[in-house]
């Protein structure tokens, strides 16, 4: 039914859909040239949110090896600093789940509230903070004990978490209040609120917690917030040639160790901007799958991965020479996606 | 009475007690100790013994768009939190009979500049022409009809319905794509039905598709429920839609909810039935979960108990418009709100997959429209192929080189 469905559409679409596609075969031919050499092994966990399912995919055969049974819907997805568990969103089953990445099965469930869509831990990996966008809440769950410590009360469907690189505050984004809420993570409470374009869907610190960019999806823009004055110092936006700026959808960020470069997922513009962290300028725009969404990078950075959800694929992003170097087919709807640290 | 008083203990008490509780700080949004600013906004609603419908699934709610409209005060109370702006809404129904400009007169002598009104055109008029003396601005979220938005268009009138235009085109968007193109036209006989079906010809004309044959149901009257009326239904839409020239689709213009609602399955061929029954344009529907819609529907069931209609959908846009122009311009002053709105920075997130924008031509909110047929959204028009300079959300209605609107 949905193989049709898909088929059909991109039998009438045409150009946009199907562009990406076609120049795989080159690239993947390219790829089998450079991947002769080993040293990693890393493995890319994408949660489907259709097919409720994880796909693990192998980074070194840059296939997907195993698909893992999970809750229904799931989204956020986040793995432990030692790489021992997954902690997976099951919106609709309204728990965060537990996977042993060794059996590769569900362990256990965390208490999450209702509706979990996105999370994210602590360096330590002992603190869990997650959106509960039905209640308009912010919830912090102590991992080891398996318990929920606080519920702290944001703005209207909160989404977005970010944890600051010391770890004493968390960025959550609201998308009907169009917010960064700056939580302080002692006094569990809102100590700021900031301003930013429609449904703002992402917040991620720079490494030196100098600046927390915040993607607005429906407008279009990311907003540059200084932490400290809690002000927008800049906001970057985004034109793609040939594209209606309506499809031009940030939601995912990731900046590199060193901060100089960002990489932002545009949605249903099929397409990963390459920004310049310092200057803000967008350098390249790199064509991915249809509807991109997450990215997350291997822990050598050497790739970045984004998830696609109409194409039901990840595109692997090699970050040296910025070109996407492969597709790997995953469940349907890809969503997230969490890496393992070795 | 304002209905905030209303809706509030039934919105989660623990949440919005804590949510008082927070700090009001933050250098951008750095908010007063002080009494919050307050946004008043009045809903004039008409009320009539409404035509029973044809399905019991569609009777009418006591109510229907103002509990839109209140979820819509609740979000923006939400956000009102941080930014020490409090919005309150004033219900005021009114009769067939009553006189509309008074009425709406009434909430501008309270000192209520920003009215959501969900009324027939001519009442959008009277009122409209009574509020701008005194600078008031409504926000129509209730009638679809173009003139409204074309030669009788007003300056101090924003529209969040979208027009039988832009639906038509919506609906002859996808049936294009599908490639029925031959339709056969069934028009109700009602002033609005023929209006409606003069949407649809345009459409037709502007996408391609052919018009075979035009018939018109009459309206003979008669009451809605008989307890045998199934017996006679089914062989009077076979007969009445039989000897039709070939067609790939019924399209029926049926606002008056007549007959449109027995044509499905019943009529000669066995052709799908669209317009008014069947695939239906819709600016929202119950069943619509895309793009965050989810959220949106389970924030209503929660504060109306039932589900979300097309009309909550539009009252609660106006709303949200109201609060993004408050929250935008750090101002609960109805006149600065308004200026927002209409300028080009205005966008607005109503889960439709892409922000809403005003055509500043003739101040109609432009918008995606869904095709529901009564359990899942089929389609989302504009249609992936139908281009635009501009915007191709103005691929549905008439564009700016056709207006007749002159706004001043």
Redo the contacts between chains.
């Keep these: 039914m949905q193989a049709q469905l898909i088929g059909k ?1 991109g039998f ?3 150009g ?1 859909g199907s562009f990406p596609r076609r120049a795989f075969p080159f690239l993947a031919l390219a790829m089998t040239l450079s991947t002769a050499s080993p040293g990693f092994a890393y493995t890319a966990y994408v949660t489907n949110e259709r097919d409720n399912t994880v796909s693990v995919v192998d980074l070194d055969k840059m296939q997907t090896v195993k698909t893992i049974e999970v809750g229904q819907r799931p989204r956020g997805i986040v793995i432990s600093p030692d790489g021992k568990f997954l902690y997976i969103c099951a919106g609709d089953d309204d728990i965060v789940q537990i996977v042993d990445t060794k059996t590769q099965e569900v362990v256990g469930d965390l208490p999450s509230g209702p ?1 979990p869509e996105l999370l994210a831990l602590n360096k330590t990996g002992e603190l869990l903070y997650l959106s509960n ?5 912010v919830t912090i769950i102590d991992v080891k004990e398996r318990k929920a410590l606080a519920q ?2 944001v ?3 909160p989404e977005g978490m970010g944890v600051s690189p010391d770890g004493k505050i968390v960025v959550n984004t ?6 960064a ?2 939580i302080d993570t002692d006094k569990r ?7 930013v ?3 703002p869907r992402y917040a991620e610190w720079k490494s030196d917690g100098s600046e927390v960019w915040v993607s607005a ?4 823009t990311v907003s540059v917030i200084d932490p400290v ?4 110092t800049g906001k970057i936006t985004f034109s793609v040639p040939g594209l ?1 700026s ?2 031009i ?1 940030p939601v995912g960020i990731r900046f590199t160790k060193d901060g100089k470069l960002a990489f932002v997922a545009l949605g ?1 513009a099929n397409r990963v901007a390459v920004v310049d962290a310092q200057t803000h300028q967008v350098e390249k725009y790199l064509l991915v799958g249809q509807r991109v969404w997450q990215l997350a990078f291997t822990p050598d950075q050497k790739y970045l991965i984004s998830t696609n959800g109409v194409s039901n694929d990840i595109s692997i992003i090699d970050v040296a020479s910025l070109k996407v170097i492969k597709s790997v087919q995953v469940g349907s709807f890809p969503w997230g996606v969490a890496i393992s640290p070795e | 009475m304002t209905s905030s008083c209303r809706f509030l203990p039934r919105a989660r008490p623990l949440a919005l007690i804590l949510l008082y509780l927070l700090p009001l700080s933050g250098g951008a949004l750095s908010a007063r100790a002080a009494d919050p600013a307050e946004v008043r906004i009045g809903y004039l609603h008409l009320v009539e013994s409404k035509q029973q419908p044809i399905s019991l699934l569609d009777e009418p709610n006591d109510d229907d768009g103002i509990a839109g409209a209140r979820l819509g005060i609740e979000d923006n109370n939400g956000t009102g939190r941080f930014t020490n702006q409090h919005f309150s809404i004033e219900d005021l129904r009114v009769k067939p009979t009553d006189d509309a400009a008074a009425s709406a007169k009434s909430l501008i002598d309270k000192g209520i500049m920003l009215i959501v009104v969900d009324l027939p055109h001519a009442m959008v008029l009277a009122a409209a022409d009574a509020a701008r003396p005194a600078g008031a601005t409504l926000f129509d979220a209730g009638s679809i009809d173009d003139s409204l938005r074309e030669e009788n268009c007003r300056a101090n009138v924003i529209h969040t319905a979208p027009t039988r235009s832009m639906l038509a085109d919506a609906l002859a968007q996808y049936l294009s794509w599908k490639r029925w193109q031959r339709w056969l036209l069934v028009t109700g006989s009602h002033p609005q039905d023929a209006l409606y079906a003069d949407a649809l010809k345009r459409a037709a004309k502007r996408f391609g598709d052919t018009i075979v044959e035009e018939r018109v149901y009459k309206d003979t009257g008669g009451a809605r429920r008989t307890d045998t009326g199934i017996v006679q239904t089914q062989r009077q839409i076979p007969v009445f839609t039989q000897n039709a020239p070939a067609y790939d689709v019924l399209v029926a213009a049926d606002e008056s909810n007549v007959f449109a609602g027995y044509l499905p399955y019943r009529t000669w061929d066995a052709r799908p039935v669209a317009g008014s029954a069947g695939l239906v344009p819709t600016s929202w529907d119950p069943a619509h979960d895309s793009w965050g819609a989810v959220q949106m529907q389970n924030r209503f069931i929660k504060l109306a108990q039932r589900r979300m209609k097309a009309i909550d959908m539009q009252a609660w846009t106006a709303v949200r418009m109201i609060g993004e122009g408050a929250t935008r311009t750090q101002s609960a002053e109805p006149a600065k709100i308004v200026t927002y709105i209409k300028s080009p920075s205005f966008e607005v997130a109503a889960f439709k997959g892409q922000k809403l924008t005003l055509r500043d031509w003739n101040l109609q909110l432009r918008q995606p429209i869904l095709l529901s047929d009564g359990r899942t959204v089929v389609s989302v028009s504009p249609q992936e192929g139908y281009l635009h300079q501009t915007s191709e959300l103005d691929t549905l209605g008439y564009d700016r080189p056709e207006t007749k609107c002159k706004l001043n």
């Design positions: 559409q009438h679409q045409g946009r509706d966008e039905n209640d308009a809440l702290i009360p703005g209207v469907e609201s998308e009907t209040t169009n917010m809420h700056f409470d809102v100590v700021a609120n900031v301003l374009d429609a449904r999806e429906v407008g279009g004055k809690h002000v927008v209606r309506e499809a959808q249903p």
